[in-house]
């Protein structure tokens, strides 16, 4: 079967601690982002493994490792990472690699976005919860919904009265 | 048009280097004190250069020189300056003061102030040493032009302060040049300040003269540029800008902080709000664009739906503005306000008040917008202003 020679093949787990850093890396991920990955994880759990090279350093999957050190997703998997394994390469090769796994993606149209997230708030969920499981900031979920015509106040709702005052 | 002529240019026989050493000469005799306004940006670099050349022959040195630290600068710009202050020759004020900045990033925070006393946790970089950090006259709402006229005291005399404009970057820049015959590359007023003035010796220079200045006189320089010559900003010298990150136009070179200098860029992260989404959707329909309506609304719906967006303090402004625009129409004319064509007389339409609403328009700029409108408008239906105002007041 073609399909044994794949690398997915072979995924298997292993103590985190065993994986080491590339020291060539050039993704940054914003704190932002890293706490979108960690809420990632643990909603959904491990849905990819961490690409390694034989002598165990990271081609792809960085963050994903640094995330592991999170006690919560430490415990979901007793320590260990899901990796696969390359075969042996030269490093120009390893560096490829790195590159090609970290630029071979997309970014999402904004348009697509806003009616995404349009879609979420009419089926009932709230700006806040948009905010917490996304790590949107509140500016991109209101500016996000108002490209579809839905105004801030029909989402995050002031729920306080204001304050009741006499003439000083 | 507008009705202000517009003078042109006269060519000189000598180059804008020789000019500007003989304007700054010119300056140097007739002032008490002549300071330089340093940025750290290119243009700085050679207003600075140039008046350090003409105190030197003068026997004016140390030359004066302000810098007013706006937090969040790019790194390379922080140390350029502070090789510049450590010059023998220069006596540097750096200030680091809470002025107010605009955040184009937020609507709920449409305002910033740099070395904020109460977001000392938040600054994105530590307090320079020496730096000025309160003065007798400033208060925290203060926004640069308010203050400047308190830098100079009155026993320096008349003061000139030397400052990088430059023609080339835009019309607002060259009227100011273009409108005075004599004494051209002086401002008759300094924000309020009678006994100083500002000059602008370089007003004739484009950017590509200062980087043969730099390269010829082996001038130090911000290596920011060098930086970003190593991006999709590689000899694009016009938009190669060092300046406050989140106002409007800024906010659409924020990736070149996220790529360049992830450090800093992960502390602003937290500095102000709206960042992250100003990062992400800077040059798109969420921040800007406000012409292309969503398909299913009109205007006017839209209208009301972006000022939604701002928190309660800055909708009440935005509102007066946009109240503000509906009354001059109302002056114009008794017919009601046009969808999206501009007014042929006012020049309002509700497209023009979405574009006011999503942006603010704090400064009043788009007031001037009007009357070319307007103006396009009627070419438009091929009438004159006064066919227009028979017909659409």
């Given amino acids: 079967m073609k399909i044994k020679k794949q690398p997915l093949e072979n995924i298997i787990w292993i103590e985190r601690d065993k994986l080491k850093p590339n020291n060539y890396n050039p993704n940054k991920v914003a704190p932002p982002e890293?706490?979108?990955?960690?809420?990632?994880?643990?909603?959904?759990?491990?849905?990819?493994?961490?690409?390694?090279?034989?002598?165990?350093?990271?081609?792809?999957?960085?963050?994903?490792?640094?995330?592991?050190?999170?006690?919560?997703?430490?415990?979901?998997?007793?320590?260990?990472?899901?990796?696969?394994?390359?075969?042996?390469?030269?490093?120009n090769h390893k560096k490829m690699s790195t590159i090609r796994h970290n630029r071979a993606r997309g970014t999402h149209a904004v348009l697509e976005m806003s009616n995404i997230v349009s879609d979420m708030v009419k089926e009932g969920l709230d700006g806040d919860e948009i905010m917490k499981r996304l790590q949107m900031e509140k500016e991109e979920v209101v500016r996000l919904l108002a490209r579809n015509g839905i105004p801030k106040s029909d989402v995050f709702k002031d729920s306080e009265f204001s304050k009741a005052w006499n003439p000083a | 048009m507008?009705?202000?002529?517009?003078?042109?240019?006269?060519?000189?026989?000598?180059?804008?280097?020789?000019?500007s050493i003989k304007r700054t000469e010119y300056i140097f005799k007739q002032f008490d004190h002549v300071c330089v306004s340093f940025s750290g940006g290119k243009d700085s670099t050679a207003v600075l250069n140039i008046a350090l050349e003409v105190a030197?022959?003068?026997?004016?040195?140390?030359?004066h020189v302000l810098f007013f630290d706006e937090e969040c600068i790019h790194p390379p710009t922080i140390e350029y300056v502070e090789r510049i202050r450590q010059s023998p020759e220069i006596n540097m004020d750096w200030y680091c003061l809470p002025f107010r900045h605009r955040n184009a990033s937020s609507n709920e925070e449409p305002f910033w102030y740099t070395w904020d006393p109460d977001k000392k946790d938040l600054w994105v970089r530590d307090l320079p040493n020496d730096a000025i950090t309160e003065h007798k006259m400033f208060r925290k709402e203060m926004a640069f032009q308010d203050f400047t006229q308190y830098i100079f005291p009155r026993s320096l005399g008349n003061v000139c302060c030397l400052t990088g404009i430059r023609t080339e970057e835009s019309l607002r820049r060259y009227q100011v040049i273009a409108?005075?015959?004599?004494?051209?590359?002086?401002?008759?007023?300094?924000?309020?300040?009678?006994?100083?003035?500002?000059?602008?010796?370089?007003?004739?220079?484009?950017?590509?003269?200062?980087?043969?200045?730099?390269?010829?006189?082996?001038?130090?320089?911000?290596?920011?540029?060098?930086?970003?010559?190593?991006?999709?900003?590689?000899?694009?010298?016009?938009?190669?800008?060092?300046?406050?990150?989140?106002?409007?136009?800024?906010?659409?070179?924020?990736?070149?902080?996220?790529?360049?200098?992830?450090?800093?860029?992960?502390?602003?992260?937290?500095?102000?709000?709206?960042?992250?989404?100003?990062?992400?959707?800077?040059?798109?329909?969420?921040?800007s664009h406000a012409d292309k309506k969503p398909e299913h609304l009109t205007y006017k719906q839209y209208l009301?739906?972006?000022?939604?967006?701002?928190?309660?303090?800055?909708?009440?402004?935005?509102?007066?503005?946009?109240?503000?625009?509906?009354?001059?129409?109302?002056?114009?004319?008794?017919?009601?306000?046009?969808?999206?064509?501009?007014?042929?007389?006012?020049?309002?339409?509700?497209?023009?008040l979405c574009k006011v609403a999503q942006r603010g328009d704090f400064k009043g700029r788009q007031k001037n917008i009007l009357r070319r409108n307007a103006t396009n408008t009627r070419e438009k239906l091929k009438i004159t202003q006064q066919e227009a105002k028979l017909l659409y007041s």
């Fill in chain 2, 304 to 352: 009301n739906i972006l000022l939604d967006g701002w928190s309660d303090d800055y909708k009440n402004k935005v509102s007066d503005t946009i109240n503000r625009y509906m009354r001059f129409h109302k002056k114009e004319s008794k017919q009601p306000i046009p969808e999206s064509q501009e007014h042929p007389v006012s020049g309002v339409s509700y497209k023009f």
């Fill in chain 2, 2 to 19: 507008s009705t202000q002529k517009i003078r042109t240019k006269e060519y000189l026989e000598t180059n804008c280097y020789e000019e």
């Fill in chain 2, 179 to 287: 409108r005075k015959k004599n004494d051209h590359f002086m401002n008759s007023h300094f924000e309020g300040a009678s006994s100083t003035k500002r000059a602008f010796p370089i007003y004739d220079w484009d950017s590509k003269d200062v980087w043969i200045a730099v390269k010829k006189f082996g001038w130090d320089y911000n290596r920011t540029y060098d930086i970003y010559n190593q991006t999709r900003l590689y000899n694009r010298f016009l938009t190669q800008r060092v300046c406050p990150p989140f106002g409007e136009e800024p906010l659409r070179g924020l990736w070149i902080y996220s790529e360049c200098f992830p450090e800093l860029w992960h502390k602003m992260l937290n500095r102000v709000k709206g960042v992250n989404t100003a990062w992400r959707y800077a040059n798109t329909e969420l921040y």
């Fill in chain 2, 56 to 63: 030197r022959k003068q026997n004016k040195l140390p030359l």
């Fill in chain 1, 34 to 91: 890293m706490k979108l990955l960690k809420i990632s994880i643990l909603e959904d759990g491990w849905t990819q493994p961490i690409v390694i090279n034989s002598d165990y350093s990271i081609v792809d999957g960085f963050h994903r490792w640094t995330c592991s050190a999170d006690k919560k997703i430490l415990e979901m998997t007793d320590g260990k990472v899901p990796v696969v394994m390359l075969r042996e390469v030269d490093s």
